[in-house]
């Protein structure tokens, strides 16, 4: 195993069980966080970046009522898998994980779209997120390409897959704590400044770094590639 993937198996450990059942493959090669994990990171990070941080600044009103009740149902979704597939009700599938996990990410990731545009960038409350056609065309478009992806995933786009998701984790955990770092200095201005950023950067080292430590800890072992 190269060095590549040797610390993706080790970022994945932090966050996730990585049951090998519970992976997602490209051919022969699985992914290094499970089905729903997948699902969860890649839908937020993809959809925030096509509301915020690359578009849409400007919006900082939550989104209209319609989009926020389908983002309830994309959460709701996730916790009735979860919780009927943890009671024995029922057995999932991976595909059915990946989905839940998805349609739960991209749920959160309106809602926190509205809050990143208004206090990292200082969007008014009056222009909501994702109330433009062109809001959700982009949404369609970048989540589509992305479930397209998890969903067929061909052996040949093994790397790209494992790439994005790579970026997908990290981008969420760091896009989450830039939030925080500049609710709580919000007095100094708005955008991503350099020291904001950085700050960013290491909550989510700290935060990796501590979840890796405690579940070698509880679990005994590290991770066990697949």
């Not at 599938?93 to 809050?115: C, D, E, K, M, Q």
């Not at 790397?159 to 970026?167: D, E, N």
Request: overall charge positive.
């Amino acid at each position: 195993m190269g060095w590549w993937d040797w610390w993706l198996w080790q970022l994945g450990f932090a966050v996730c069980h990585q049951r090998p059942e519970r992976l997602l493959r490209f051919g022969d090669n699985a992914l290094f966080v499970c089905a729903r994990d997948t699902g969860l990171y890649v839908s937020f990070f993809t959809l925030l970046l096509a509301l915020s941080l690359l578009r849409g600044r400007d919006r900082g009103g939550m989104p209209p009522l319609p989009v926020m009740a389908l983002a309830a149902c994309g959460v709701l979704f996730l916790a009735w898998d979860g919780l009927t597939s943890y009671l024995g009700f029922r057995e999932s599938t991976n595909i059915v994980r990946f989905s839940s996990g998805f349609a739960a990410g991209a749920g959160l990731a309106f809602p926190a779209a509205a809050l990143t545009n208004r206090a990292v960038f200082g969007g008014g409350r009056t222009l909501k997120a994702g109330s433009r056609l062109s809001d959700l065309f982009a949404v369609c478009l970048a989540g589509g390409v992305a479930a397209a992806l998890y969903l067929w995933r061909p052996a040949g786009l093994f790397r790209v897959g494992q790439l994005w998701l790579c970026i997908s984790l990290l981008g969420t955990f760091w896009s989450l704590n830039l939030l925080l770092v500049c609710l709580m200095r919000e007095k100094e201005g708005r955008g991503i400044s350099p020291g904001r950023a950085a700050a960013a950067l290491l909550l989510t080292a700290l935060e990796l770094a501590g979840s890796y430590t405690l579940h070698r800890v509880f679990q005994g072992r590290g991770p066990s590639p697949s």
